[in-house]
């Protein structure tokens, strides 16, 4: 009788358990200062617009690493990070050459709209100098945060993207205080987001924390003609056993 209740349980277990999704959080403080960031399960990329010499659009994108930069702040108009004293940065000193570094943040964005592509994008010259924090992620998930820093209305934005490079939805961070921090959300109803951007929305801000949905895979369900084999297989075999402790 124990061993044909634990064999029900072993299927009922097989059929029911749940897959729970874990938080992962990508903090700038666990990396020495100027090191390249990265974690299992995601790519981080320094996504910049430069001209490109062609006769076409001009412009196109740039691809290199993120970096832990630590800002070492103690006042100013830009506040110390909420958390430790780093950032995410395009370069291992804090700005890329040519792009603004205000103070102590300030890295990520363009001065104009934030980007609404991820794939195959047109680039023009209002687009040079953009730079954003991309985030590419191995198995897509349903929702990416980032703490960034907000002063004057300028907010920090995430936008994600599904594989196709279609656009799932957008945020702006919201904040207490201005100048301040606070996190912009982005989440949806399916593990569809591939592709992350994040940066200022109108100038460059500055990114502290980045937290996702580490989405676990399905776990192979069986079907009701498979669970009656199981049950069939199960059920002869205990009355095999039975029959000999019977003889014995």
């Known amino acids: 009788m124990r061993a044909r209740s634990a064999g029900l349980l072993l299927i009922v277990a097989l059929v029911s358990a749940p897959n729970f999704a874990a938080t992962i959080t990508i903090d700038p403080n666990n990396f020495y200062n100027g090191q390249v960031i990265s974690a299992p399960g995601v790519t981080l990329e320094t996504e910049t617009i430069v001209p490109d010499g062609t006769a076409s659009t001009g412009y196109a994108p740039t691809f290199g690493p993120v970096y832990s930069y630590d800002a070492s702040c103690t006042s100013g108009s830009f506040p110390c990070p909420v958390i430790g004293t780093k950032l995410f940065a395009p370069s291992p000193s804090g700005a890329l050459a040519g792009t603004p570094n205000y103070g102590n943040g300030g890295f990520w964005g363009n001065s104009g709209s934030m980007l609404s592509c991820s794939q195959n994008c ?105 669970a009656a084999s199981g049950l069939t297989l199960l059920f002869g075999g205990l009355m095999v056993l039975r029959g000999r402790r019977s003889r014995i």
Do not use: C, H, K
């Open 122 to 226: 047109v680039f023009y010259g209002d687009s040079s100098g953009a730079t954003f924090l991309r985030i590419n992620f191995a198995q897509p998930t349903d929702f990416v945060d980032a703490l960034g820093f907000s002063s004057g209305g300028d907010n920090t934005g995430i936008i994600a993207f599904d594989s196709a490079g279609d656009m799932l939805g957008s945020a702006f961070n919201s904040v207490g205080t201005n100048p301040g921090w606070g996190y912009a959300t982005v989440t949806t109803t399916t593990s569809d987001i591939s592709t992350v951007l994040i940066g200022g929305a109108n100038s460059y801000r500055a990114i502290n924390e980045i937290d996702y949905s580490a989405v676990p895979l399905r776990a192979p369900e069986i079907d009701t003609t498979s």
